[in-house]
């Protein structure tokens, strides 16, 4: 799979999400490449910290790579790696558009509290745009870094289901200091000591629900073909 993390807005943790997903995979075996295509390259911070927390045991190959160039050497790459994770920053660039154009999966994380519907909609322009080079392009959207108090979740998840473009998935990720403990030392969340078992198991059912989407998009495809 090539997985794309991106959007239009920052703030909204595109990185702690490509990042974990990145560890994620690994854990469960996949020779995974984390591709960083963001000019701000959190990504390769995230890489360099894990080498001096593991000793250089990283568990998955990293490299940088931006432009348009972008989707021909991850169409290579993933010729010989299992999966593929872009983090691309959180503007709509040339780097992020080459990704989409050859991904499978476009994972696009919304912080409740940042999401203004212009936002929604510009993601959804670029969605549209990118679709005559990408058509099988499979677009989910979850929520990250939300707060246990308010009505901020429920509104923008009420948003983000009325559009035609994404596929919400109901697997919120919290606004934990757990994922900034983790990121700072390199490591996933899934690693830290103590666990934090709240944490752990929202990315557990982000990657079962992206997972599960996934699936069922290409068996509707297969159904139509």
Known sequence: MIYTIGGIKGGSGKTTIATNLTVYLSKLGRDVILVDADDQESAT??????????????????VKITGSELNANVARLAKKYDDVVIDTGGRDTVSQRSALSVSHAYLIPFAPRSLDIWTLRKVENLIAEMSPFNPGLICLTFINKADPRGTYKEDTADLLRESSYVEFIDTPIGNRISFANAAASGLGVIEIKPTDEKAVAEMTELYNGITNALESNNNKKKITT
């Open 45 to 62: 911070d995230f890489t360099s910290f894990r080498h001096q927390s593991l000793n250089g045991e990283l568990g998955y190959t990293a």
